[in-house]
């Protein structure tokens, strides 16, 4: 019904081991190919390497039997290797899931098929608005899309907490997270309800492949979120990716951190809408693209009011301007395609 997801970490705690002198001779950038002599399902992994027997600790998944390429970091004190590949991929189906979600034609006025008023609710208080600025769009939008459900969950179960308080954690948490209450409500439906069986779980299964994409191209800084928007009686979803440009490699980098977003919805009335922006501290920049000139002019003729709104929130626009973009620039899986084609960060720290 549901596929797994694995949510980990490419930090890893390095513990005092076997005599370095076992070692291969490792040389900072070489490559090198390994097989797993034993699955990773406790944190540690068996490889051979070079024709000797290592362990590693590492939070993701490996299988025996298979065969990875990983690329020397850091050969001295540790040593950390980086996995090249085979890296975790989205497939076809899992692409199509995700592109569907944010077609068009694929609007959805019942997303439970069930009628769930908790998840309707949800909807509508993340749904993007436009009569004024909501501040807590973004967090509310990380917290209860589903996409944090399991962090969530292991904070409640690793709390100092009695059964009771337990519990009522999980209650409240699966009430206030689109997951939660999908996963809350499968329970719920009977074996003849298929059809809305089928509607849940697709919709389940979305979201997770979402968890996939964003897990796969976390150490990189960047996220990808759908949102909801409510119009004309229905439900349907834009995409917001943010690149923070990855964890700082000293302390107090963060504030100097350029930080891009972009910005893609299907409009009703003016069809595909892109936005691009780089914020600096205070200083912005940024390009809307629409595949209609028509469309483009009308939007153009407003930004001078969109400065001005920017300049009384103290931010310093360097430029803001509207283009013309070939339709493939504004496609459902445009963005999509900007993590699933990014660098694999994965690293694995071999204990010693």
């Not at 399902?41 to 390497?49: D, E, F, N």
């Not at 919709?203 to 759908?226: K, V």
């Not at 919805?265 to 922006?277: E, K, Q, V």
Request: proline share 3%; net charge neutral; aromatic share 4%.
């Amino acid at each position: 019904m549901i596929s797994g997801i694995h949510i980990s970490t490419s930090e890893m705690v390095i513990q005092p081991g076997a005599d370095k002198k076992k070692l291969p001779n490792f040389i900072k950038g070489q490559t090198l190919l390994a097989t797993v002599l034993s699955g990773s399902s406790k944190g540690k992994a068996q490889l051979l390497v070079n024709g000797q027997k290592l362990m590693a600790k590492t939070p993701m998944l490996l299988t025996a039997g298979q065969q990875v390429e990983l690329k020397v970091l850091q050969e001295k004190d540790s040593v950390i290797l980086k996995l090249i590949g085979p890296v975790q991929k989205v497939t076809t189906g899992q692409m199509s899931s995700l592109v569907g979600l944010f077609s068009k034609n694929g609007s959805i006025s019942d997303i439970s098929g069930s009628k769930i008023k908790s998840v309707e609710s949800l909807l509508h208080e993340l749904a993007l608005k436009s009569d004024k600025a909501d501040e807590a769009f973004l967090p509310k939008l990380i917290q209860k899309s589903g996409l944090a459900l399991e962090n969530k969950l292991a904070q409640i179960l690793t709390d100092k907490q009695t059964l009771p308080e337990i519990k009522a954690s999980l209650d409240n948490l699966l009430k206030q997270d689109i997951k939660g209450n999908f996963l809350k409500e499968m329970m719920e439906i009977g074996s003849g309800r298929t059809d809305a069986v089928k509607t849940v779980s697709g919709f389940l299964e979305t979201i997770e492949n979402f968890q996939l994409l964003n897990h796969n191209s976390s150490e990189s800084g960047r996220i990808l979120l759908p949102f909801p928007v409510f119009s004309q009686g229905a439900f349907q979803f834009g995409q917001l990716l943010i690149d923070t440009g990855g964890k700082p490699k000293k302390d107090g980098e963060d504030a100097d951190k350029l930080i891009r977003v972009s910005f893609l919805l299907n409009m009703t009335n003016l069809g595909p809408l892109r936005a691009d922006f780089s914020v600096l501290k205070k200083d912005i920049t940024g390009q809307f693209l629409f595949e209609d000139d028509d469309t483009c002019e009308y939007v153009r003729s407003m930004l001078g009011d969109l400065k001005a709104r920017l300049a009384g929130l103290e931010y310093h626009v360097h430029k803001l301007e509207c283009k013309t973009v070939k339709k493939e620039a504004l496609q459902e899986s445009s963005l999509i395609e900007t993590l699933v084609k990014s660098e694999d960060d994965q690293v694995l720290n071999i204990v010693i």
